[in-house]
Each structure stands twice: as structure tokens, then as C-alpha cells.
């Protein structure tokens, strides 16, 4: 079993950053490829962002490139997803999640059925 536990989430404006942490408990934190999802009131979980368990590969929706950067710290059994140029269409919960495949391996990082372990979530809400 792993635990996870978002924080970082809050209320920004337009143009603004936010650094998104998610905390894991549990089993070894460096055996799992782990990814960002988003889900806004009324529409579909959504990928956001995923990081390879050595943190050699990383993988964006079109949307992040060049505004989100995820990263991790074995160390601290802690990844990280900072947001830069938000933008209102961010706002929504965003969620950690876990998996227990390979990046080499592993179907589509992008897909929600791939991963086992799911935080509770954490509002991200962009004003213009």
C-alpha cells in the first residue's frame, strides 16, 4: 500500500506559480512511476504530467510544455509539479497518483487505469 497526500493547492491569480508537493507513505516510494492528473467541475480526470522512477523520463500534456515542470525526491518520498503562466483554464482538483509499472513498460502513462494509488486531491483555482 502506498499513501498519498497532496498539498501546495490555494487561489492565484493569472500569470501567477503555484508548486504543487505530494507526500508518499508506504512502501518504497522510488519503485513507482508517478503522474499528475487534473479534474475541473464537470468534465473527465485529465493527465497532466508524468516522471519515470528515477526521474530520467517525464511526460506533459500539450498543455504544460513549457509552464509545468514535474519532478522528484526519492529522498524526501516527495514529487513535486511546478506551475508557472497559469492560467484560469488550470483551476481544478489535482490529483497524485502511483503506479507500479515501468515507464518502459507501462501502456500510456497518460491514462488513469494505469495507476494504483490516488491522493485526495487539491484545489487549484486561477482568478483572472
Known amino acids: 500500500q502506498v499513501q498519498l497526500v497532496e498539498s501546495g493547492g490555494g487561489l492565484v491569480q493569472a500569470g501567477g506559480s503555484l508548486r504543487l508537493s505530494c507526500a508518499a507513505s508506504?512502501?518504497?516510494?522510488?519503485?513507482?512511476?508517478m503522474g499528475w492528473f487534473r479534474q475541473a467541475p464537470g468534465r473527465e480526470r485529465e493527465f497532466v504530467a508524468a516522471?519515470?522512477?528515477?526521474?530520467?523520463?517525464?511526460l506533459y500534456t500539450d498543455s504544460a510544455k513549457g509552464r509545468f515542470a514535474i519532478s522528484r525526491d526519492n529522498a524526501k518520498n516527495t514529487h513535486y509539479l511546478q506551475m508557472n503562466s497559469l492560467r484560469p483554464e488550470d483551476t481544478a482538483v489535482y490529483y497524485c497518483?502511483?503506479?507500479?509499472?515501468?515507464?518502459?513498460?507501462?501502456?500510456?502513462?497518460?491514462?488513469?487505469?494505469?495507476?494504483?494509488?490516488w491522493g485526495q486531491g487539491t484545489q487549484v483555482t486561477v482568478s483572472t
Open positions: 497518483a502511483a503506479s507500479a509499472q515501468y515507464w518502459s513498460t507501462i501502456q500510456s502513462p497518460r491514462e488513469t487505469k494505469q495507476y494504483n494509488y
Open positions: 508506504g512502501r518504497s516510494f522510488s519503485a513507482y512511476l
Open positions: 516522471i519515470s522512477q528515477t526521474g530520467r523520463y517525464t
